[in-house]
């Protein structure tokens, strides 16, 4: 019985704005809105054949490659940025202006300088995502507990040891904070720098089908990258999840007490 | 806000700050400011010693010299304002929405179950997914990066929000019930005060939002704007004139942090978050 009533409030609302869609869809037919079944069937023939291999997965490669390169710098980079107290005080400003730069502008700046290429393109992706991992890791990097540091140090922890099991673990919460922005600002780059100049990938034929006024093609492609999005949304949950349980544990405790 | 709240809120734990700190703040801020310099001067060393190619990456002081003659041209203010314009009712909008939303669906346990799932599903959707429908349903008006930032920012703070409606104390919210305040009163008087530190987060962070995504729609849409502007520039070969307008984009993204910093600063100056950060 709970369980029945679980599946009703996460299926209901879904359910019930897919009868209005169909049924509001049943007579006149609307140029701009394509019927339930028309898209699925779309859906099917455009995205499940060659275009899979074509388009969507080295748009997916470029994603992958894009994010996690930027998580590596931003970590590493901020990680040594943030305990150099020196060079933090030195590279903030400049740091928080290139954060406050809208990275869609960094489409044409970059094509620019390294032509239309897939390097290009991945280069958006990791120019943009970079930012908010680094600055959160100086963050969670500054904000160590001076206890736990002190304790550390007199234990004679120090150099990579002190990084592994130190510092890096009480930063590790701003800087998925910093990780999940990125990925959300990822996807929207690769979409934005194959719109902008590309012959493929994902953002180019959704704007192609528009262009040719193939809209339940165009529709089926909206749908591909919201999937995408719920799909990085929920990788990026289990993974927190994973990756802090110990944190959530430790909130937990704390609220109790 | 109350009267009562915003008066406990004073300066007074400022005149406490201990002077050395103000001293170390001061050597930071020359740090910071050397950071920039270096920065710059770096800028300007890699086209003139010829490490990227002059045409494609113009030493910084030609691009502030751009940047100057753009602060003295109609066109660039019209752009900026054009661009200014769809940020401040794109954000307008979505609070608005958000807010409404959010303590409808927050103050009902039934309304936050049921739609827990379709807000899950919709929020991560990419707004940019949705371009070519703006420019289908549009074109290049500003509707269409109106579009684009309230799907953008309607999220960040409806979740703030829901987050906030549901961190209220329930002992307060019985206390208040048993002194007789009716729905409305407690929205006001308890509900409210709890959410909006979570409130003002949202905001915050849909500002920045909303300032990406408008130069987004102008850049790939064409909507007017700054992005159209960089976009135009790019193609017409003015590349000083392009790198010009994108460092005024970032001078903006600054500003618009500053300003959310200090209205979030003024209006949860009573707040224990705010308050503490002014104490240590």
């Not at chain 1, 909206?222 to 349980?245: H, T």
Request: glycine share 10%; net charge positive; proline share 5%.
């Amino acid at each position: 019985m709970k369980h029945l009533r679980n599946a009703g409030y996460i299926l209901g609302l879904p359910v019930l704005l897919v009868l209005v869609w169909w049924s509001s869809t049943l007579g006149a037919v609307n140029f701009f809105v394509p019927k339930p079944a028309d898209l699925v069937e779309t859906f099917g023939e455009v995205w499940f054949g060659d275009r899979f291999f074509s388009d969507v997965l080295p748009s997916l490669a470029r994603l992958v490659v894009g994010v996690s390169v930027a998580i590596l710098i931003g970590v590493v980079g901020g990680i040594l940025i943030g305990s150099i107290r020196w060079l933090r005080a030195l590279l903030e400003p400049t740091l928080e202006f290139f954060r406050a730069i809208p990275p869609p502008v960094l489409v044409p700046v970059l094509m620019l300088l390294m032509g239309i290429t897939d390097s290009m393109k991945v280069m958006v992706i990791i120019s943009g995502c970079v930012w908010p991992v680094l600055l959160n890791t100086i963050e969670g990097v500054r904000a160590v507990d001076p206890v736990l540091s002190d304790s550390a140090h007199t234990y004679g922890i120090s150099g990579r040891a002190r990084i592994r099991y130190l510092v890096l673990p009480s930063a590790s919460p701003q800087i998925m904070a910093g990780v999940r922005q990125s990925l959300s600002l990822g996807l929207i780059l690769m979409v934005i720098s194959e719109m902008f100049a590309s012959s493929s990938g994902l953002g180019f034929t959704i704007v192609q089908f528009q262009r040719s006024f193939a809209i339940p093609e165009m529709w089926s492609g909206i749908v591909v990258l919201g999937l995408l999005g719920v799909a990085m949304s929920f990788i990026f949950q289990w993974a927190e999840r994973n990756i802090l349980r110990w944190y959530h544990g430790q909130k937990e405790v704390e609220n109790a007490a | 806000m109350s009267s009562a709240t915003l008066a406990t809120g004073g300066a007074a734990p400022r005149a406490e700050r201990p002077r050395r700190k103000a001293g170390k703040g001061a050597a930071n801020q020359l740090l910071g400011v050397l950071g920039i310099i270096g920065f710059l001067a770096t800028w300007e060393l890699i086209p003139r010693l010829g490490l990227i190619d002059e045409r494609f990456l113009p030493p910084a002081s030609e691009v502030i010299a751009a940047l100057v003659v753009d602060f003295g041209l109609t066109a660039f203010w019209i752009a900026v304002a054009e661009t200014m314009k769809a940020w401040f009712l794109g954000l307008l909008m979505a609070v608005a929405a958000a807010v409404l939303l959010g303590f409808i669906i927050g103050s009902s346990d039934f309304l936050r179950k049921a739609t827990n799932s379709t807000v899950e599903f919709l929020r991560p959707i990419p707004s940019v997914a949705l371009i070519p429908l703006a420019v289908l349903l549009f074109g290049v008006k500003i509707e269409s990066s109106l579009l684009l930032i309230v799907y953008a920012s309607f999220w960040q703070v409806l979740i703030q929000v829901l987050y906030g409606v549901a961190d209220v104390d329930m002992l307060a919210n019985n206390t208040a019930k048993s002194y007789g305040l009716g729905t409305m009163a407690r929205i006001r008087y308890v509900v409210f005060p709890t959410a909006l530190p979570y409130l003002m987060t949202g905001v915050r962070l849909a500002a920045a939002v909303a300032l990406v995504l408008a130069i987004t729609a102008e850049l790939v849409i064409g909507s007017p704007g700054l992005g159209r502007e960089i976009a135009l520039a790019q193609s017409g070969g003015a590349i000083s004139g392009m790198y010009a307008l994108v460092l005024a984009t970032g001078l903006i993204g600054v500003l618009i942090n500053m300003l959310m910093r200090r209205i979030e600063k003024r209006i949860l100056g009573w707040h224990s978050s705010i308050r503490s950060e002014v104490i240590v």
